[in-house]
């Protein structure tokens, strides 16, 4: 039996009433960030808020989920999409894989067509840090409709 991949998830606190229903579909059919694994069996060991600007639940909310067995740790989607982004999210990235060891993966579920569509208007994302950003999360038109 293969051995689950354990993942904890940090949202941005605008959305602290999310309940995770993207994040949880896309982490069970395996799209946007979550498609990286494959087959591979996945768990969902934490899901908590970045307790708003400049995020100082990111400093403890990862042993919380290490001590749950995360192993990797998701930025999701609505720090991304959210606007503006989140100015925090390349700290968080390296605080995080500075201080635990963690890969860090930016994004869960794919970017929803509407919120690229903003943003392409916008030119948020334009920079070549954004497009690596973005990167796992921008499937085809079809699946980003389908997270409208």
């Known amino acids: 039996m293969a051995v689950k991949k354990k993942i904890g998830i940090i949202i941005c606190d605008r959305y602290h009433r999310c309940a995770g229903g993207k994040c949880f579909r896309s982490a069970r059919d395996k799209e946007g960030a979550f498609s990286r694994y494959g087959n591979q069996e996945i768990e969902i060991v934490g ?66 067509e509407k919120y690229k569509l903003i943003h392409d208007q916008l030119g948020t994302w334009k920079e070549p840090r954004w497009q690596e950003i973005i990167k796992p999360t921008m499937p085809d038109q079809k699946t980003r409709l389908a997270y409208d």
Do not use: S
């Open 47 to 112: 899901f908590t808020t970045c307790d708003g600007c400049p995020g100082g639940n990111v400093e403890y909310a990862v042993d919380e989920m290490m001590a749950n067995g995360a192993e990797v740790i998701h930025l999701a989607t609505g720090l991304i999409v959210g606007y503006p982004p989140c100015p925090y999210i390349q700290d968080f990235h390296d605080f995080i894989t500075t201080k635990y060891g963690l890969e860090v993966v930016f994004g869960t579920h794919p970017i929803p």
